[in-house]
T-cell receptor, first 114, second 112 residues
């Protein structure tokens, strides 16, 4: 099993550009989420999904969109990149919303906005 | 904010010593999780402790939970240089749709 796979691993964008960060999991997990991690800090929740077709906002959703058309995939879209979005982005999945199970994380996408 | 708080922010010890880090939170939880993050990598789950549990072990790791004090601790015994990493606690608050709230982490350095 690959677990949670994120692509790309690194990306440099110019202000105003858009892009999609990909996330896929092969564990048939219902719950998926996106976090950002800024230097020296913990993870902050951007968006999450409790199942295919259902998404909701987390703590810091502005400037980001998500969709969940399949159980496996949960892409994160930056609509118009801003320097404040320079960060490391992590995708995670878990069995279900109320499962008392841990989250499984990808290795992250390191994004720089110039 | 419901965010958990961890202390210390940084901890430096010698190989073979024990390392203890603490996590406090603010409201009722379903469970609390501990994760490790090596530099430049994603988070790896260590231990999940449910709200009705008081202590869990996994190898050299021991996690305690005191719901009356809204706090948890992670003890790493006989530390090794390979334990050098950042450690995060995450709480699943009651009635919060499974969303986990992360602390800012403790950076542990184990000197050989």
């Amino acid at each position: 099993n690959a677990g949670v796979t994120q692509t790309p691993k690194f990306q440099v964008l110019k202000t105003g550009q858009s892009m999609t960060l990909q996330c896929a999991q092969d564990m048939n997990h219902e719950y998926m989420s996106w976090y950002r991690q800024d230097p020296g800090m913990g993870l902050r929740l951007i968006h999450y999904s409790v199942g295919a077709g259902i998404t909701d906002q987390g703590e810091v959703p502005n400037g980001y969109n998500v969709s969940r058309s399949t159980t496996e995939d949960f892409p994160l879209r930056l609509l118009s990149a801003a320097p404040s979005q320079t960060s490391v982005y992590f995708c995670a999945s878990r069995v279900g919303a109320i499962s008392n199970q841990p989250q499984h994380f990808g290795d992250g996408t390191r994004l720089s906005i110039l | 904010s419901q965010q958990g708080e961890e202390d210390p922010q940084a901890l430096s010890i010698q190989e073979g010593e024990n390392a203890t880090m603490n996590c406090s939170y603010k409201t009722s939880i379903n469970n609390l999780q501990w994760y490790r993050q090596n530099s430049g990598r994603g988070l790896v789950h260590l231990i999940l402790i449910r709200s009705n549990e008081r202590e869990k072990h996994s190898g050299r790791l021991r996690v305690t939970l005191d719901t009356s004090k809204k706090s948890s601790s992670l003890l790493i015994t006989a530390s090794r240089a390979a334990d050098t990493a950042s450690y995060f606690c995450a709480t699943d608050y009651y009635n919060n749709a499974g969303k986990s709230t992360f602390g800012d982490g403790t950076t542990l350095t184990v000197k050989p």
